[in-house]
C-alpha cells in the first residue's frame, strides 16, 4: 500500500456501481444493513438470492453481484462487498473503521475478548483492499506479500508478536496514524464522482455569475477595475492572490480569438469562460494548496476529458503548461493553457500569446484529438481503437463552455463512463 497508494491524492468514481455505493450512508444504509446480516446469521458467502435480500436497496442486483463474482462461482465474499459500502459511504472515517472492525466480531477471539490476531487483521485488510479493487476504476493493484508485510508492521507498531494479538483500539490508531493504511481509507473516504465535481463547480460558476450581476448592475459587460477593487470577487476565487487577480484579468479582456476588448471592458461571456477552467482546478486542489503536481494533473485531466488519461500523457501534458518550470502547475499556468487551447482550436494558425504555447503545448493540445493511444482501458472496457468518445481536449473545451454537454453525446458506447 506503501508508494503505489501515496501516489494518488484521491480517488476519482467513473463506474455507476461505484456511485452506488458512494450514494450510501453509513449511518442510514451501512449499518443497518450489517445489523440485518448480523441477524440474519452472518453468512461468509452469498449467493445471488442471499446478496439481492440482505442488499435490498441495491439496483441491478445481478450486475452487482458479478462485480464480486469475479471467478464466476457464483459465491461471493461477504465481508468484501460490507467493505466497500463502509468505506465508500458517507460517515465519520473514524466511525467508519469502528464498523468495519465490528463485522468480524473479535469477541470470539480465542486470544481474549475483543482482540485481534494476526490472521484475522490479514483477512479484514485483505476483504477492504479486494472489495474497492473490484468496484473501483483503479490503475494500481496491490498484492498479497505486500499487504502481509503491512500487516506484519501493524504487530511491529506495537511490538507485539505475531502470534499474539492487539486491542481493536491498536487496529484503529494504526489506521489513522500509520502513512500507508491512513492514505489507503482516506483515498476512497473522499472518492468523488464526475457528477460531484460538476455540481460543485456548478455552484461556483453560479455564485460568480451572481458576482458580475451585482458589480455590473445587471449589464452584460463590466470595467476591469471594478473587478479588481471587489473584496465580493477575491472571495469567489477562493484566496487568490494579486498576481493571480491581474492574471486572470488580463485573460478576461481578450475575446476568444485573442483580440483585445477595444472598449477596455470585460464581457460576460469571457468572464465565464475564464472563470470556469479555474473553478474546476479549485475543485481538483484537494490539499487546498493552489497548485498541482502530476499525480493531482492526473485528476484534473481525468475530470476533464471523462476517462483516464495515461501516465505518459500526464507527464508530459504537466511539463509543458510548467511556465516557470518548478514542477508544479499553478491555477493561472492551468487557466492560461486551457484559453489557449480554445483559442487554437478555433483558428489553428492564430498566434499564441505564449512560444511555447505555439511549438508544444499547443500542438500537443490538438493533435491528441487524432491519438487513439492516450487514454489507459479499464479492464471491463472493450472498445476497438477509434471508437473512443471523450478523448481531446476539444472536448475539454467543449465541458468548459457548455457543462451540460456530457448529456448529449451516446455515454453508453463506453462502460468505463458514468451515466448521470
Not at 48 to 57: G, L, M, N
Not at 369 to 388: F, M, T
Request: some cysteine.
Amino acid at each position: 500500500m506503501g508508494n503505489k497508494i501515496c501516489y494518488h491524492p484521491r480517488m476519482l468514481l467513473t463506474e455507476d456501481i461505484a456511485l452506488h455505493f458512494k450514494s450510501s450512508h453509513l449511518v442510514r444504509d451501512v449499518i443497518p444493513i450489517i445489523d440485518k446480516w448480523r441477524r440474519d446469521g452472518a453468512d461468509l458467502v452469498f449467493g445471488v438470492p442471499e446478496f439481492a435480500e440482505t442488499f435490498d436497496v441495491v439496483v441491478e442486483t445481478e450486475r452487482q453481484f458479478n462485480v464480486f463474482d469475479t471467478d464466476r462461482n457464483g459465491r461471493i465474499d461477504a465481508h468484501e462487498v460490507l467493505m466497500v459500502y463502509i468505506l465508500l459511504s458517507c460517515g465519520e472515517i473514524g466511525q467508519k473503521i469502528d464498523t468495519a472492525i465490528s463485522v468480524y466480531d473479535f469477541a470470539q477471539s480465542g486470544q481474549g475478548v475483543g482482540l485481534i490476531n494476526f490472521d484475522e487483521a490479514v483477512i479484514m485488510v485483505n476483504a477492504c483492499v479486494r472489495g474497492v479493487q473490484k468496484v473501483c476504476e483503479m490503475s494500481f493493484t496491490i498484492p498479497e506479500d505486500e499487504l502481509l508485510f503491512h500487516c506484519k508492521s501493524m504487530f511491529d507498531m506495537y511490538r507485539v508478536q505475531h502470534d499474539r494479538s492487539i486491542t481493536p483500539k491498536q487496529f484503529k490508531k494504526w489506521v489513522l496514524e500509520d502513512t500507508s493504511p491512513r492514505h489507503f481509507v482516506n483515498l476512497f473516504h473522499s472518492a468523488q464522482g464526475i457528477g460531484d465535481i460538476d455540481n460543485s463547480v456548478q455552484m461556483r460558476n453560479l455564485e460568480q455569475g451572481m458576482v458580475f450581476q451585482r458589480l455590473s448592475a445587471g449589464e452584460l459587460e463590466i470595467r476591469p477595475d471594478a473587478l479588481s477593487n471587489s473584496v465580493e470577487f477575491r472571495r469567489a476565487l477562493e484566496e487568490a492572490t494579486d498576481e493571480e487577480m491581474e492574471a486572470l484579468i488580463e485573460m478576461m479582456l481578450d475575446d476568444p480569438d485573442g483580440q483585445r476588448n477595444r472598449q477596455g471592458m470585460i464581457t460576460n461571456d469571457r468572464y465565464h469562460a475564464v472563470l470556469r477552467p479555474w473553478n474546476i482546478f479549485n475543485e481538483c486542489d484537494h490539499d487546498k494548496s493552489h497548485t498541482l503536481d502530476d499525480k493531482e494533473v492526473e485528476i484534473l485531466l481525468w475530470f476533464q476529458l471523462r476517462q483516464r488519461p495515461s501516465q505518459e500523457f500526464v507527464g508530459t501534458f504537466a511539463k509543458l503548461i510548467d511556465e516557470d518550470d518548478n514542477g508544479e502547475i499553478s491555477r493561472t499556468e492551468w487557466t492560461l493553457a486551457i484559453m489557449q487551447s480554445e483559442r487554437l482550436a478555433r483558428n489553428p494558425n492564430a498566434r499564441p500569446a505564449l512560444k511555447r504555447y505555439e511549438t508544444e503545448t499547443g500542438e500537443m493540445l490538438l493533435d491528441i484529438e487524432n491519438d487513439p493511444n492516450i487514454l489507459d482501458r479499464s479492464a471491463h472496457d472493450e472498445r476497438k481503437q477509434g471508437d473512443e468518445l471523450l478523448k481531446s481536449p476539444t472536448k475539454l473545451r467543449h465541458s468548459l463552455e457548455n457543462p451540460e454537454w456530457e448529456n448529449q453525446v451516446d455515454m453508453s458506447q463506453s462502460p468505463a463512463v458514468s451515466v448521470k
